[in-house]
């Protein structure tokens, strides 16, 4: 039976180093977080719970056009390991959750393929060239493990926590460590064919 796997995308923060709402900038013929969704979609990942901040309603009409879940985290200050604790909860009941960040637009849809099936263990982290990155699968038997982090700790606490559950999976893919961050990041990977906002 093919396992039951949740999409969550952490949507809430505030895009301080690109100048704000930057996961609503153009990208080919969507936006940044239009993007992400569709290469879920691609990957096989058909149930969606996007992580959004107050006052974002373009984003939740993003969400809902993709036919995702709509998650309001009122107060994204605390940091992305808050929203993913939002995520997790409106997840279950399933096998697990892909997480894929919202300004992670490069990853191809056969590296989320390629997460999402292995199956065996607890935490799937993707590595390029050395270099960890994005999507993670994880396990729901690993859930109340990330619900106990402290949020100051943030994810990446959990490997230490459960060292015998982490995979390491090499993937040919460098967008699973290029997130859009900046205006430099944006200038250098923006699909050529992005439309234009007039108005």
């Not at 990957?43 to 974002?56: I, S, Y």
């Not at 493990?145 to 040919?172: I, K, S, T, Y």
């Amino acid at each position: 039976m093919k396992p039951d796997l949740v999409a969550l995308i952490p949507a809430a923060g505030r895009g301080s180093r690109m100048g704000g709402r930057k996961l609503e900038l153009p990208w080919g013929g969507t936006t940044i977080l239009g993007a992400v969704l569709d290469h879920l979609r691609a990957g096989g990942l058909e149930r969606v719970v996007v992580v959004v901040g107050p006052d974002a309603a373009e984003l939740t009409g993003v969400a809902v056009a993709h036919g995702a879940g709509v998650v309001v985290n009122e107060d994204p200050e605390r940091g992305m390991l808050s929203s993913i604790h939002l995520g997790l909860a409106a997840a279950e009941p399933c096998d697990g959750a892909v997480i894929l960040p919202g300004d992670f637009p490069l990853v191809r849809p056969d590296t989320i393929a390629a997460v999402a099936a292995r199956a065996e263990a607890g935490l799937v982290i993707p590595v390029h060239e050395g270099r960890r990155g994005h999507p993670i699968r994880l396990a729901s038997r690993l859930f109340a493990a990330v619900l106990a982090l402290p949020l100051e700790a943030g994810l990446r606490a959990l490997r230490e926590r459960v060292p015998d559950e982490v995979a390491w999976l090499e993937v040919d893919d460098p967008g699973t460590a290029q997130d859009v961050d900046t205006p430099a990041d944006y200038a250098r990977f923006r699909p050529p064919d992005s439309f234009s906002r007039t108005g």
